[in-house]
């Protein structure tokens, strides 16, 4: 009995020096520079959100906070080295709704999803607006679906890339209006909003900061938001559900995740850092500006809503066919 009892208390003596040697890596993180990887090309959504958080963790932390733009494959390059990195909160990741989209798009993933990462939190949240070039005619949702319907196949649709939270957006409305046309993805935001001001493509779902400015210059018109309700920053833009799909509703998230297996403290520690950059002022109204929501959901939450999302559009991948391989 003895020798069990000795068994116990060496197991548990090893158990919480563990314990206390992540609690004090997470208190004393960071030590060195910490990267956040995106996923896609400089200019979007992810790449600006990231941008506009570094400069106050690098104050937070006192290191330097690089982003690291790794673009490509709809998301997957970046994601997998974030992925394949060590777990020690010195690499982060940012996402958007795409993540949620790719474990159905390509038949095989070099990472699991969601089990090699360790969700954080969510940056922003933000419905898609589904914009034109001022001299396509249909001036509504209402208007795209008749036209749609009379030209099959025949009106061009542009992306971010496959997969996208652009390009799910309107599968899901062809879906729910029984319309088609054509997909023209494009090698980024930035490429795809070029497009359709350019009258390349005829039209695109897009994160309303990338469209605002063209909206705002009379380069574009807004024809309806994706979320639930109107956007603040788009108030006379009605939403797709409004426009005659009603139970159509899409929100672009936009998180951060750390690989798999980093320790629960320094992602609670990270957790809190990035919600106390949110709230900040300067911080806050930046992102309003660019039509998001603010997000702080806590980790445990934010795991739930990624298998949310991972039901929600792997049915919609599954019924549309779509293939990113």
């Given at each position: 009995?003895?020798?069990?009892?000795?068994?116990?208390?060496?197991?548990?003596?090893?158990?919480?020096?563990?314990?206390?040697?992540?609690?004090?890596?997470?208190?004393?993180?960071?030590?060195?520079?910490?990267?956040?990887?995106?996923?896609?090309?400089p200019g979007g959504a992810l790449d600006v959100l990231s941008r506009i958080i570094s400069p106050k963790l690098m104050a937070s932390w006192g290191q330097q906070v690089v982003v690291d733009n790794r673009p490509g494959a709809g998301g997957v390059i970046g994601t997998e080295i974030a992925a394949k990195a060590t777990p020690d909160g010195y690499t982060l990741l940012v996402v958007a709704?795409?993540?949620?989209?790719?474990?159905?798009?390509?038949?095989?993933?070099?990472?699991?999803?969601?089990?090699?990462?360790?969700?954080?939190?969510?940056?922003?949240?933000?419905?898609?607006?589904?914009?034109?070039?001022?001299?396509?005619?249909?001036?509504?949702?209402?208007?795209?679906?008749?036209?749609?319907?009379?030209?099959?196949?025949?009106?061009?649709?542009?992306?971010?890339?496959?997969?996208?939270?652009?390009?799910?957006?309107?599968?899901?409305?062809?879906?729910?209006?029984?319309?088609?046309?054509?997909?023209?993805?494009?090698?980024?935001?930035?490429?795809?909003?070029?497009?359709?001001?350019?009258?390349?493509?005829?039209?695109?779902?897009?994160?309303?900061?990338?469209?605002?400015?063209?909206?705002?210059?009379?380069?574009?018109?807004?024809?309806?938001?994706?979320?639930?309700?109107?956007?603040?920053?788009?108030?006379?833009?009605?939403?797709?559900?409004?426009?005659?799909?009603?139970?159509?509703?899409?929100?672009?998230?936009?998180?951060?995740?750390?690989?798999?297996?980093?320790?629960?403290?320094?992602?609670?520690?990270?957790?809190?850092?990035?919600?106390?950059?949110?709230?900040?002022?300067?911080?806050?109204?930046?992102?309003?500006?660019?039509?998001?929501?603010?997000?702080?959901?806590?980790?445990?939450?934010?795991?739930?809503?990624?298998?949310?999302?991972?039901?929600?559009?792997?049915?919609?991948?599954?019924?549309?066919?779509?293939?990113?391989?």
């Amino acid at each position: 009995m003895p020798e069990l009892l000795h068994s116990y208390l060496r197991t548990a003596a090893v158990l919480l020096t563990a314990l206390a040697a992540v609690c004090s890596q997470a208190a004393d993180f960071p030590t060195r520079p910490v990267r956040i990887i995106v996923p896609s090309t400089p200019g979007g959504a992810l790449d600006v959100l990231s941008r506009i958080i570094s400069p106050k963790l690098m104050a937070s932390w006192g290191q330097q906070v690089v982003v690291d733009n790794r673009p490509g494959a709809g998301g997957v390059i970046g994601t997998e080295i974030a992925a394949k990195a060590t777990p020690d909160g010195y690499t982060l990741l940012v996402v958007a709704t795409g993540f949620a989209a790719n474990p159905f798009l390509y038949r095989k993933l070099p990472y699991e999803t969601p089990k090699d990462f360790s969700p954080i939190t969510i940056l922003g949240l933000a419905p898609n607006v589904l914009v034109a070039p001022p001299s396509f005619p249909p001036r509504s949702v209402k208007e795209l679906v008749a036209l749609a319907k009379q030209k099959p196949g025949l009106i061009n649709y542009a992306s971010s890339g496959v997969g996208t939270g652009g390009h799910l957006s309107m599968a899901l409305l062809k879906k729910m209006a029984g319309i088609d046309m054509t997909h023209v993805p494009y090698k980024g935001a930035g490429a795809a909003v070029s497009a359709v001001v350019a009258g390349q493509t005829q039209l695109l779902f897009t994160a309303t900061g990338a469209a605002i400015p063209h909206i705002k210059s009379g380069r574009l018109k807004a024809l309806a938001v994706t979320g639930a309700k109107r956007s603040p920053v788009l108030p006379d833009v009605p939403t797709v559900a409004e426009s005659g799909l009603p139970g159509y509703e899409v929100d672009g998230w936009y998180s951060m995740l750390a690989p798999g297996r980093t320790p629960k403290a320094v992602v609670d520690r990270i957790y809190a850092d990035v919600v106390d950059a949110l709230k900040m002022p300067d911080v806050s109204a930046k992102i309003y500006s660019l039509g998001f929501e603010v997000g702080g959901m806590p980790p445990a939450k934010f795991a739930q809503y990624i298998q949310s999302e991972l039901i929600k559009w792997g049915a919609v991948i599954k019924e549309a066919g779509i293939h990113a391989d």
